[in-house]
């Protein structure tokens, strides 16, 4: 997930972007983190920030902004040029509290002291525990006068909050969901389903390229790429697959294998720990002899006793995985996003870069375009510093300008303006995220990947359109890098699959179901309910890992027997519950939406 992203979406509409990621790769934790954009960083306060300025806020004084961030994975002060364009324009300095790096204990701490921080990205459960508690600004009023916030108000903001109303029964305006399209909720509109199988094209076709039928068909040409492809060019050892606990988190579950699961049609709904639910609205517990979650930890044991995990899963962080994938050094990829590590327009030419490789058996589940968000919110903290000088800051994110800062980076170093008013990658561009180019001083210094924004998450999403030229702010569906990703992978591509792209082969084929995307209120835990559920989830997470590197069959079945049995005295059914009406909800707000396009 950046795990920070989580899906995206749509049934009919299938765009017609090549196959590579051309600049940018989001930067983990589910779900998003892309790059960045335009003008000078030294460039004075603009659109909103101009209109807030001339309102009478003072930027005189320097502000550090602590920013309580589920999404990043980095922790401590913004530096490079991100860190540089937002101190010159607003003299804010961003100071990140990541979960993800720091653990769990820091929500638990942080929340029972009653002050989160002063910027809040967090999950919507996480909304709905503290809203009672009094720790969420009130934002109804401070986003009238915005200039780019206002727009998004009565189609996003209000219809999410009012969906809290057992702990926000007045509708007031209380957060702003992450990664919001401005398509429609039935809308999917990526090339490729957030999870699917992906390998790199060349080290494939270099073992025949055999069709993969199902799982065991997978690991046996992982096998066959394995022992063809130990090593990269500069002899790094190349791996099948790598796996990462970090984004483990508050899931519930071992979050590689919540994943994988969406390659065969099951889901875990955001908020809960003990069940997987599929298009049909099928709920079935993790814990069940038939459920997929248990279908992908086999997998995965059987792929280990095979040698094909990397050893370094179980120490090794999400920042150590993207260097892996940097390097090339990963055989199976399954977030759409991990792509971008390595390809580009370059590579492509040369038939060199990762590509969805879809295996028969399968059948993925893929939430429509987030239109109302995607699981995680930004938020105020009540004892904020300087709440209008944050409310600026976010205001401007969602500009223009601000939009394309984070998605694509700086123009003229990244992109440059084309003759007919849109926009085309440079070719420092196109690998500036690959290859951490050194950007010039004058921007901050340092390199580009290094300096970008480690907030790794948006209000609105790349899936917005610019003003501007009329496309997606996401550089992969600009009409010029379509263009040039016209490259012997992505023709080899498609003449092989007889298709556009990934999405349009799924959706030929009957191998996919898009699912309308829900991002609502599904009611916060009970103080027993939360600690079950703790209890519960550190269990299973600790036996699954135990699981996939079991030393064989017997200990694999006995890890599985023994937690089936250890988590009912944890409370299990009680979570269980509480959790089946959570996905209830969800599938009937599906099947609503179904029913209304």
């Known amino acids: 997930m950046s795990k920070s992203r989580k899906s995206a979406k749509k049934p009919m509409l299938v765009t017609l972007a090549g196959l590579l990621l051309a600049s940018t790769a989001l930067a983990g934790c589910s779900s998003n983190n892309n790059n960045n954009n335009s003008a000078s960083s030294a460039a004075p306060a603009s659109s909103g920030a101009e209109a807030s300025a001339s309102g009478g806020i003072d930027h005189s004084k320097p502000l550090t902004i602590t920013v309580f961030d589920n999404a990043a994975n980095y922790q401590g002060e913004q530096t490079g040029w991100y860190g540089k364009l937002v101190k010159d324009k607003f003299n804010i300095t961003l100071n990140i509290l990541a979960p993800q790096v720091a653990g769990d204990q820091l929500y638990k701490t942080r929340s029972a002291a009653g002050d989160l921080g002063d910027l809040l990205i967090i999950d919507n459960s996480q909304l709905e525990e503290l809203l009672p508690a009094g720790m969420i600004m009130d934002l109804t009023d401070k986003l009238k006068n915005t200039k780019y916030l206002s727009q998004y108000v009565d189609n996003h903001f209000k219809p999410f909050n009012a969906a809290f109303d057992k702990v926000n029964p007045e509708g007031k305006i209380y957060a702003m969901p992450t990664f919001e399209a401005d398509t429609s909720p039935t809308t999917y509109s990526e090339e490729i389903p957030y999870s699917s199988p992906i390998m790199p094209w060349d080290y494939y076709k270099g073992v025949g390229a055999p069709k993969l039928n199902n799982l065991s068909d997978l690991l046996n040409v992982l096998k066959q790429m394995q022992e063809k492809y130990p090593k990269t060019p500069d002899g790094k050892p190349i791996v099948p697959i790598t796996l990462w606990k970090d984004w483990d988190g508050g899931t519930g579950a071992m979050e590689n294998v919540r994943w994988i699961s969406n390659w065969y049609g ?165 690998t500036a995220f690959q290859k951490n180019t050194p950007v010039p001083d004058e921007y901050g210094g340092g390199g580009y990947q290094d300096g970008q924004s480690k907030l790794n998450t948006m209000i609105m999403s790349d899936f917005t359109k610019d003003p501007d030229t009329g496309e997606f702010y996401n550089n992969n569906y600009w009409a010029s890098t379509i263009e040039a990703n016209k490259t012997a992978l992505t023709t080899d591509w498609q003449q092989t699959y007889n298709a556009t792209n990934a999405t349009d082969y799924y959706l030929k084929n009957n191998m996919i179901d898009i699912v309308p995307n829900i991002n609502t209120s599904l009611g916060s835990d009970s103080s027993d309910i939360k600690n079950k559920r703790s209890q519960i989830s550190d269990y299973v997470k600790n036996t699954s890992w135990k699981m996939v590197f079991a030393k064989n069959q017997g200990e694999f079945d006995q890890l599985w027997t023994k937690m089936q049995k250890d988590v009912v005295g944890l409370g299990w059914d009680d979570v269980l519950a509480v959790d089946t009406a959570k996905a209830q909800k969800i599938v009937k707000l599906r099947a609503d939406a179904t029913a209304s396009k």
């Open 266 to 430: 099951y889901e875990k709904p955001d908020g809960t720990t003990t069940i997987q639910l599929n298009a049909k609205g099928d709920i079935v517990p993790i814990i069940d002899d038939s459920s997929m979650y248990k279908t992908i930890l086999k997998f995965l044991f059987d792929a280990n006793q095979m040698g094909l995990v990397d050893p370094d899963s179980a120490s090794q962080d999400w920042n150590k995985v993207a260097e892996k994938l940097t390097n090339k050094q990963v055989l199976l990829l399954w977030y759409s996003w991990q792509r971008g590590f390595y390809n580009s327009i370059e590579r492509g030419k040369n038939g060199d870069g990762n590509v969805s490789v879809p295996i028969a058996d399968s059948r993925i589940i893929q939430s429509s375009d987030a239109y109302y968000g995607n699981g995680r919110v930004f938020a105020i903290g009540s004892k904020a510093k300087d709440p209008d000088r944050i409310i600026e800051f976010l205001d401007w994110t969602v500009s223009p300008e601000g939009m394309r800062y984070y998605t694509n980076g700086f123009e003229g170093f990244n992109y440059e303006k084309t003759a007919d008013g849109k926009f085309t990658l440079t070719e420092v561009g196109q």
